[in-house]
């Protein structure tokens, strides 16, 4: 099972999978035998510097994606989710995909009431909705910075302490020939 978020269609009759445990879901993903094993590979020595920084964690694909799975688990993983779509919008060079992500962006994560809405104060909410009357890539970068504090000083040393993280790097050292480290 892949660990990345995986959405429904709207017009999927198909039953919604059964919720795993993220113990299983990071065992799957390191050690999955889809054809995407080497660059997970190649990503799992970039584990030891997952512990020394927010920034190193999450730009990986691997930290990235074990970063959502512990945020699942602690019900904000929309924090996260928002900060991947605002660096997405920044690279958009084309004006009308732009304001058409950047509204996307606003009626996913801000709008009051948004199926993932995240924490923020009203004046941050507000001069977003200022934004939106000219779209551009930075529209969000002051709520992006409040959902980076946060996820940094708040969840990511939650992380650091987790189970999660801890066998994630045992996994990793195991993958990568480390040796196995048996957890006290």
């Not at 919604?16 to 390191?30: A, E, G, L, Q």
């Not at 909705?129 to 959902?147: M, S, T």
Request: hydrophobic residues 35%; proline residues 4%.
């Amino acid at each position: 099972m892949n660990i990345y978020c995986e959405k429904e269609s709207e017009n999927s009759t198909e039953t919604r999978r059964k919720h795993k445990p993220w113990k299983s879901r990071i065992h799957n993903f390191i050690h999955s035998p889809s054809p995407r094993k080497k660059i997970h590979r190649q990503s799992l020595h970039y584990f030891h510097e997952f512990g020394e920084s927010l920034e190193k964690l999450i730009s990986h694909k691997c930290g990235q994606a074990a970063f959502h799975v512990f945020l699942k688990s602690e019900f904000c993983d929309e924090n996260l989710e928002f900060w991947l779509a605002c660096e997405e919008l920044k690279s958009i060079t084309n004006p009308e995909d732009l304001t058409y992500r950047a509204i996307a962006i606003y009626e996913e994560f801000i709008r009051k009431d948004a199926p993932k809405e995240i924490n923020l104060d009203f004046y941050t909410r507000d001069t977003i909705a200022q934004n939106l009357q000219l779209p551009a890539a930075v529209c969000f970068v002051e709520a992006q910075r409040k959902v980076y504090s946060l996820m940094e000083n708040d969840v990511y040393p939650r992380f650091l302490q987790s189970d999660c993280y801890r066998d994630l790097c045992v996994a990793a050292s195991g993958a990568l020939g480390l040796g196995n480290h048996s957890r006290a």
